[in-house]
């Protein structure tokens, strides 16, 4: 099978075992990001701003582990635009950590003035915020040094993208159906405008005016977003889901606020999504469990939810509808030996995949040294990889 | 005549103008009942720990109550701080270990402390071992609490709770997060471990009534 057959193979792998259709094997999606830095020898501060190190560390992970998707190449956190432009104090990397600051570029009541132009709204108020006195001295070398490294991180994105197909690995999803990535309106709230803490006060000190951008933003974004997947007609079988999106606003929520102001409309891109045979795969931080009720209507084959915190065999059973990406734990991968991670893995694979609807992968990012032992991560692929039900 | 038992409800239920109206009506006579209020605000905040553990409030709410707590605290510190009859309070180190900047879990872990009466000597995050050992050594802290979310924090834990223990320290230490389970509690020598703030805040107190 050459790399084409293996990738459109592997697209029909996920697309199955999503849609609940008993599969031959049970396909590994790597919830890898650095960890893969660290496996193969080198250091954060190495790999992040070092294309070749970075491509080394990605072409050492897809070689020792032969996996069937990816989450990242090495294209996340790429600091050399942002430093070439001047680093505005919102994150520090060094040879283990990557931190990123909590900002809040907007208040609840300057949100509709960012959706008025978040063009001029970043332009006048987020950038001279981030970078201070220095925004008035970014003169044109700098600006000209920042466009050279962005065409070069650009380059190499388009490079990976090469890599992936020549292992015959799949996209996840694509970025449209409108440009960028799907994003309901609590989610860029609280992620990119307010903030974990504002947002929170927000929800009980001035909840009209989140409303009023929910509502706009609707209109003005989501709206367009239904209508392209009115338009598209059905699956895209280039990719293994239709359609991906993060679901992390939640985990500020209580039930009503939850109902007020995230399930209508998230209940809204579902419900298009399920007019149109499409699938959607939903990334969770935290626990979703507990809101368990808002999902289980929905038929099989549309929904599946990537866990992080909640037992994959207690949700199996709460939501009997809905495919389980995830389920080997990087506390078990971190601590465990490789006997203990494939037990753990051949549980996961007979229980939850036996008439298909799971798909294995790691519960977290696996990010930091201590995420994973290279043994285990070996062991755990090894035996998915070979194993049939 | 003030209504405490109101007053408790009130911040129990995260009303922030009703709190604010009886605070502001505490404060009149220049805070003879101040300590009585901020009693019942405390048990207000108990009552939100309770609601967060029945699963009606969640994290954000949590943040709300510490926003709360903290109006509360500046709307009554003028009348506590002249206060003859204020005890001493248990001061405690809370504090984000090495490598690891998140801050929400601890802040509202701090809040609640507070809240319960503790004195909390917050170090902030991404802590050295040896800047925990030597606040606690200048300030002669009893308990200890460490804060991570990342698996990375686990291995700083426990370079600050053997830290700690070298420094002959007669500390109590609770670590406390994502990572944290009672294996890791036990592995590293820690005295107690905890994923939600109401445990912390409950084994904080046995501590400081044991000391």
């Not at chain 1, 080394?56 to 989450?71: A, S």
């Not at chain 1, 332009?123 to 044109?140: A, F, N, Q, R, T």
């Not at chain 1, 020549?166 to 405008?193: F, Q």
């Not at chain 1, 199996?316 to 809905?322: D, H, I, S, T, W």
């Amino acid at each position: 099978m050459n790399a084409k057959e293996l990738k459109a193979e592997r697209v029909r792998l996920f697309r199955d075992a999503a849609n609940f259709k008993k599969t031959e094997r049970i396909p590994h999606f790597a919830n890898v990001v650095t960890w893969k830095v660290f496996d193969a020898g080198h250091t954060l501060d190495e790999a992040m701003t070092n294309f070749d190190v970075m491509e080394e560390c990605v072409l050492h992970f897809l070689d020792k582990y032969p996996i069937d998707g990816i989450l990242d190449v090495g294209i996340r956190n790429q600091f050399n635009v942002t430093e070439a432009f001047g680093e505005g104090g919102y994150y520090y990397y060094d040879k283990e950590v990557i931190g990123i600051h909590d900002h809040a570029h907007c208040t609840p009541e300057t949100l509709l003035e960012y959706l008025d132009d978040p063009i001029k709204y970043a332009w006048e108020v987020i950038l001279p915020k981030k970078y201070g006195e220095s925004w008035e001295k970014k003169d044109k070398a700098i600006w000209k040094n920042t466009f050279k490294e962005y065409m070069a991180y650009i380059k190499f994105i388009l490079h990976m993208a090469k890599v992936m197909d020549r292992y015959g690995l799949p996209g996840l999803s694509p970025n449209n159906p409108m440009k960028g990535a799907v994003v309901p309106a609590v989610e860029i709230m609280m992620s990119d405008l307010l903030g974990l803490q504002q947002f929170s006060v927000a929800m009980r000190r001035s909840p009209e005016l989140l409303d009023t951008f929910i509502q706009r933003w609707e209109v003005e974004r989501m709206e367009p977003i239904y209508q392209k997947i009115r338009d598209a007609k059905g699956p895209n079988y280039k990719y293994c889901f239709d359609s991906s999106i993060l679901m992390l606003a939640h985990n500020m929520m209580n039930k009503k606020q939850f109902e007020r102001f995230y399930w209508p409309y998230l209940k809204k891109l579902l419900d298009v999504y399920a007019e149109n045979k499409m699938n959607i795969r939903i990334f969770t931080e935290g626990s979703v469990l507990r809101l368990a009720e808002y999902f289980k209507d929905y038929p099989k084959g549309l929904l599946t939810f990537h866990i992080e915190q909640d037992d994959p065999f207690e949700f199996r059973e709460a939501l009997p509808n809905v495919a389980i990406m995830g389920g080997m734990t990087t506390d078990l991968l971190s601590n465990g030996t490789p006997e203990e991670c494939v037990a753990y893995a051949k549980r996961l694979c007979d229980e939850l995949g036996k008439d298909g609807g799971f798909i294995f992968s790691e519960n977290k990012m696996v990010s930091y040294r201590n995420d994973a032992r290279s043994e285990n991560m070996l062991a755990v692929n090894e035996f998915v990889r070979d194993y049939r039900i | 005549m003030l209504d405490f038992d109101n007053l408790v409800d009130v911040m129990g239920d995260l009303d922030e103008d009703a709190m604010i109206e009886i605070l502001e009506g505490v404060m009149e006579d220049g805070g003879s009942e101040a300590e009585k209020a901020m009693e019942a605000c405390q048990k207000g905040m108990e009552k939100v720990g309770s609601l967060f553990e029945e699963g009606e409030y969640f994290v954000g709410d949590l943040i709300y109550a510490g926003e709360l707590m903290t109006q509360a605290v500046e709307i009554l510190t003028p009348a506590l701080v002249g206060s003859e009859s204020a005890g001493p309070k248990t001061k405690m180190i809370l504090c984000t270990v090495k490598d690891d900047l998140h801050d929400i879990g601890k802040n509202i872990v701090r809040s609640m402390l507070e809240a319960a009466g503790f004195d909390v000597v917050d170090l902030g995050i991404d802590v050295a071992p040896e800047k925990v050992v030597e606040v606690a050594k200048e300030q002669n802290i009893k308990i200890v609490a460490l804060s991570g979310v990342l698996t990375l924090a686990l291995d700083s834990m426990k370079e600050t709770v053997d830290a700690i223990r070298a420094a002959g320290l007669d500390c109590k230490i609770i670590i406390g997060g994502a990572p944290v389970s009672p294996e890791a509690c036990a592995a590293m020598g820690a005295d107690e471990w905890a994923h939600s703030p109401q445990k912390t805040i409950n084994v904080c107190k046995e501590w400081a009534a044991e000391a």
